[in-house]
């Protein structure tokens, strides 16, 4: 055959290393023309809250998403004169009631602004209004654009079981005591059968905050109720009150395939799992020590970790930020939340 028939494939591939060298050349001698993403991303993102969620408004001048979460690049502010600055402004829905006067006059483009509520539907109000205001959703519920749960449970290597000693049945901690709730009714109904220790303001019995585990943690079951039933609600009634303080949780919440995609089937008990509440608390009142510890078996595995620091939670969006869709605003807010 010819000699020369490889020729212009040596040729094109000649050319094309040469054009690869050119090209990586051309970042190494003016690393600036990369890409504008990567020059932008850079820059800290900027995240202005423009009320803070909570009474109490904790200092933001330092890098505390890198310094407390080890999360770079990324400026909390509660300063609204930086509004042009901001790449998110974050609305908490508890300070927004009042109506739209609360809102920034201006918006500036490219801008997204976040709705952030930790209540359930039925403690939020005026919803409405609020339609086609926000880009992003920040709730307890796991199909937020920013999902922040009020705990969750972490692998744990070295995590070891630890029951701490009890000396009574059944606790439950509540402040604000409805008849008309759900979690009342059933407290009523199975109050029949078993003896439950009340703490809370609504008992006039208010525990202190160092002494809200210790009194807890005495007891072997505590009544986990939702002020209200609704998907993913699932507060720190249960992460704190039960799990951090090492008892069982009795829940009354949302169904229990919900709570196990939280927490192992086995660590808690449901109230629905019983026909009434005189066989739950027979089931309670009768349960043996082998038992009752095989409820503990998540803790040779996991251990609880809590979201109490609302600069967590907002510091959580920088972590979100290159994944959020951006352009698009919820054009019915109530019905999202209501769904």
Excluded at 14 to 38: C, H, M, Q, Y
Excluded at 59 to 85: F, K, N
Excluded at 248 to 276: C, K, M, T, W
């Amino acid at each position: 055959p010819p000699k020369n028939i490889h020729a212009p494939l040596k040729t094109l591939v000649t050319a094309g290393v040469f054009v690869t060298i050119l090209w990586n050349l051309r970042f190494f001698l003016n690393p600036s023309k990369g890409s504008g993403e990567d020059s932008k991303r850079r820059e800290p993102l900027v995240i202005l809250v423009w009320e803070w969620p909570s009474e109490q408004v904790p200092d933001v001048s330092r890098d505390v998403c890198h310094e407390l979460y080890s999360i770079p690049g990324c400026q909390l502010t509660t300063e609204r004169q930086l509004l042009h600055q901001a790449n998110v402004v974050v609305f908490p829905h508890s300070r927004l009631q009042p109506g739209q006067g609360k809102l920034p006059k201006e918006r500036p483009p490219g801008q997204n602004w976040v709705w952030v509520s930790l209540e359930s539907p039925s403690n939020t109000r005026a919803l409405a209004a609020w339609n086609q205001t926000f880009n992003w959703v920040m709730t307890y519920r796991q199909d937020s654009d920013i999902f922040i749960p009020y705990g969750k449970l972490v692998p744990n290597q070295s995590a070891t079981v630890n029951i701490p000693a009890k000396t009574n049945l059944v606790s439950w901690v509540i402040s604000n005591y409805h008849r008309t709730q759900k979690r009342a009714e059933v407290y009523k109904n199975l109050s029949r059968y078993l003896h439950v220790n009340i703490y809370g303001k609504a008992n006039n019995k208010p525990l202190c905050k160092d002494c809200l585990l210790p009194t807890i943690s005495k007891s072997k079951f505590y009544l986990a109720f939702e002020n209200s039933i609704h998907r993913d609600y699932i507060t720190e009634k249960l992460w704190r009150n039960s799990l951090l303080a090492g008892t069982v949780p009795v829940v009354l919440g949302p169904p229990r395939a919900n709570y196990e995609q939280f927490i192992p089937a086995d660590s808690f008990i449901h109230v629905n799992d019983f026909g009434s509440l005189e066989e739950l608390a027979t089931f309670l009142k009768t349960m043996n020590s082998s038992r009752y510890q095989q409820f503990f078996a998540w803790q040779r595995r996991f251990s609880v970790k809590l979201y109490s620091d609302w600069r967590e939670r907002i510091c959580a969006i920088c972590t979100a930020y290159p994944h959020l869709p951006h352009g698009r605003l919820y054009p019915d807010l109530q019905s999202w939340f209501n769904s």
